[in-house]
């Protein structure tokens, strides 16, 4: 009797389940244009949400430094250090507003930047009328945590979402012209490893008076034209290593990213910049490498050095901003002349 009350029961189950099933279901959609059947909702989300798209960009995100995940072990123990060096304090930071995590030791388990670090959801949907968004965490102008006051930049375009951390931390920022010397302290003075965005924009370096003049912020065409994402996402290129169809865009004739010989140019220049600063004790060679050497030194010489340090953590001889960097290496060779 139990066996047959629980068949009832399980038949009745199925049947009242069906008519729920179609009462939940709604009128049909209206037809499209023209009595057309309609788009599917998710249609414009599938143009970027596809497996083809996701392995391409997943496989060239695999090439890049960020992806390598070489130096994500200083979110670990240092607050400040963990909203660029992880995923987990990249979004804390960008909740919180603040430029350190809430932690003093930083992360417990920081891990490596990937998709969910720069993406999360999108602001709108309606790419046909506001454009597409990519799903950014932060597209603004960019706080730049080098000074001790509110100096902004504002890149113009996605290459914000860069600025954000390719940025220097430290600034030359005292008055050369009220000391008469500046103790190095740390063989770790000078700017931090990521002065891309600031170059790129044409500021940041200790801009002594020279033969060369500096020219007005954000005027290079690199900035103005271009930014982070022109040259380092060619075709949406997830890499970001730079490609040469990215300079043949605007200089044609390029054969090579030493365009008008400018990098032979700057890297010769950052060399005989060395060169000076190994001349005056302010830098020394040891086993192939240049280093700082702590102690007090005229204010020309830590400006010189500051501006060694930059283009050397720059990477790029010069292509970031041809004209302001050359003009920060000429200057201060002279100054030490």
């Not at 992806?67 to 804390?92: F, K, N, P, T």
């Not at 030359?172 to 170059?199: C, E, K, M, Q, R």
């Amino acid at each position: 009797m139990k066996i047959k009350n629980l068949l009832y029961f399980v038949v009745f189950t199925f049947i009242l389940g069906s008519f729920a099933m179609v009462s939940c279901e709604g009128p049909a959609g209206a037809d499209g244009l023209n009595g057309e059947p309609g788009v599917a909702g998710n249609a414009v989300c599938l143009t970027c949400h596809n497996t083809a798209t996701k392995t391409l960009i997943t496989d060239q995100y695999d090439l890049s430094g960020h992806a390598a995940g070489l130096y994500v072990g200083y979110a670990g123990g240092r607050q400040g250090c963990a909203r660029c060096h992880s995923h987990e304090g990249y979004v804390e930071c960008q909740f919180t507003g603040q430029d350190t995590t809430a932690s003093a030791d930083g992360v417990l388990l920081p891990t490596a930047i990937g998709c969910g670090t720069c993406h999360d959801f999108h602001a709108t949907l309606d790419f046909e009328n506001d454009g597409a968004d990519y799903a950014l965490r932060d597209n603004g102008a960019q706080s730049l945590i080098m000074y001790d006051h509110e100096v902004t930049l504002d890149m113009g375009n996605n290459s914000n979402v860069c600025a954000y951390c390719h940025q220097p931390r430290r600034a030359y920022d005292y008055d050369a012209a009220a000391v008469d010397s500046f103790n190095i302290s740390s063989s770790h003075w000078g700017p931090h490893h990521g002065p891309h965005a600031t170059l790129v924009y044409g500021m940041g370096g200790y801009e002594v008076p020279g033969s060369m003049s500096y020219e007005a912020d954000g005027s290079t065409s690199h900035f103005a034209d271009a930014g982070c994402t022109t040259c380092h996402m060619h075709d949406g290129n997830h890499s970001w290593h730079p490609e040469l169809a990215s300079c043949t865009e605007c200089h044609a004739s390029a054969t090579s990213f030493d365009v008008n010989g400018v990098q032979t140019e700057i890297a010769g220049l950052i060399q005989d910049l060395e060169d000076a600063l190994v001349a005056k004790g302010v830098m020394e060679v040891t086993d192939g490498e240049a280093h700082v050497v702590t102690g007090k030194y005229p204010p020309a010489q830590v400006g010189a050095f500051f501006n060694y340090a930059t283009m050397v953590d720059d990477r790029s001889n010069g292509v970031h901003n041809p004209a302001y960097i050359k003009a920060l290496l000429t200057n201060s060779i002279e100054s030490l002349q």
